[in-house]
């Protein structure tokens, strides 16, 4: 007796698993995280919603053993025209496995696919020192278009110059 099936009608083995495409996230982290609240408890007493200056940057490189790590920075200011209210830098990771990805799409799962999956994790993080700053109601990021910064970069990629002065 065996434990194989039998091919199915187009000859493939049905007890074989299809190739899976897509990532695991084997771990999440904090790389590094920093509040700052300079004008407490003044800044905790404003009139109206303070100007928000946020900026996003995102990593990925790939490691020895085949995984990939992905990083998210997020910088937030807020401020008012006489003071700075609050700043906070977050420098949040994932580790992750692709499956069955193709070479060409590597790039554009780990800088968009990926950052999405680690995106509400942050978003926490960050509402979270903001509320323990004394903030009420928290600072809550609003979504971010991954795909917009990728192609967004891809873009400016294309536009510089290549070594033979061509663009």
């Known amino acids: 007796m065996t434990d194989v099936s039998p091919p199915d009608a187009n000859g493939a083995n049905p007890t074989e698993r299809p190739a899976t495409l897509g990532f695991r996230i084997l771990a999440q982290y904090v790389r590094d995280l920093s509040f700052e609240n300079p004008r407490a408890p003044d800044s905790l007493r404003l009139e109206g919603k303070p100007q ?3 900026g ?3 990593n990925a490189q790939g ?7 992905v990083d998210v920075k997020l910088s937030i200011k807020a401020s008012t025209d006489t003071m700075p209210v609050f700043q906070v830098e977050l420098l949040y990771g994932g580790l992750f496995q692709l499956e069955g990805v193709p070479e060409d799409a590597i790039e ?4 968009i696919e990926c ?9 926490e993080i960050v509402a979270g020192a903001t509320a323990d700053g004394g903030f009420y109601p928290p600072f809550m990021l609003d979504p971010i278009d991954f795909a917009g910064i990728y192609a967004a970069r891809q873009q400016q990629i294309a536009a510089q110059p290549d070594a033979t002065g061509q663009a």
């Open 56 to 58: 996003v940057e995102l």
């Open 115 to 123: 950052p999405r999956y680690l995106f509400p994790f942050a978003r």
């Open 52 to 54: 928000i200056d946020m």
């Open 108 to 111: 554009a799962m780990l800088l």
């Open 63 to 69: 490691r020895p053993d085949g995984l990939f790590e």
